[in-house]
T-cell receptor, first 109, second 115 residues
């Protein structure tokens, strides 16, 4: 059975701090790993990772995948209150996605 | 493109009632998915479809049925609603890109309460 584990489950930091969110997985026929940000409604797509060691970057967010050790990290630098959300990791394998339970990030002004 | 649309946005059902959650996408995506998200939990896959006429069970299919008669539509049916089915339901679609990579697009969700 495919499995995706995210840590920590929740994180509270002050504005301006840097955070690292973790995602480890066990999945058959891995194809890609995706990161989503979920505020109040549907998840919004952040990154898709398919190759090890290649960093994807978008503004203050970045992510990297390690296919040998089966994990990915999502970094957010200089956090802002608008970064408060649940961050979901999902892995594509065998034609479907398996999601982790998410990391709830709270940014204190 | 409207993307992925879901109706209704909210619904309250009594135990034992049935209903259909509608999902439509206009992006000509092959793959469509139904997820449920319980409070404080991640998304769990209910059913998915790899193309018109083909559906398969996900992690939590019990109590639900789906059909995929067209590429665009993927309705989710609840036959005998139970309180355990109180959740937010998300529909999603994706296209398989060359190289086997994949990105999902989500609908806005349907909040269902069973009393």
């Amino acid at each position: 059975e495919d499995k995706v584990v995210q840590s920590p489950l929740s994180l509270v930091v002050h504005e301006g701090d840097t955070v690292t969110l973790n995602c480890s997985y066990e999945v058959t026929n891995f194809r890609s790993l995706l990161w989503y940000k979920q505020e109040k409604k549907a998840p919004t797509f952040l990154f898709m990772l398919t190759s090890s060691g290649i960093e994807k970057k978008s503004g203050r967010l970045s992510s990297i995948l390690d296919k040998k050790e089966l994990f990915s990290i999502l970094n957010i630098t200089a956090t802002q209150t608008g970064d408060s959300a649940v961050y979901l990791c999902a892995v594509v394998g065998n034609e479907k996605l398996t999601f982790g339970t998410g990391t709830r990030l709270t940014i204190i002004p | 493109n409207a993307g992925v649309t879901q109706t209704p946005k909210f619904r309250i059902l009594k135990i034992g009632q049935s209903m259909t959650l509608q999902c439509t996408q206009d992006m000509n995506h092959n793959y469509m998915y139904w997820y449920r998200q319980d409070p404080g939990m991640g998304l769990k896959l209910i059913y998915y479809s790899v193309g018109a006429g083909i559906t398969d069970k996900g992690e939590v299919p019990n109590g639900y049925n789906v059909s995929r008669s067209t590429t665009e539509d993927f309705p989710l049916r609840l036959e005998l609603a139970a309180p355990s089915q109180t959740s937010v339901y998300f529909c999603a679609s994706s296209v398989v890109l060359p190289g086997g990579t994949d990105t999902q697009y989500f609908g806005p969700g349907t909040r269902l309460t069973v009393l």
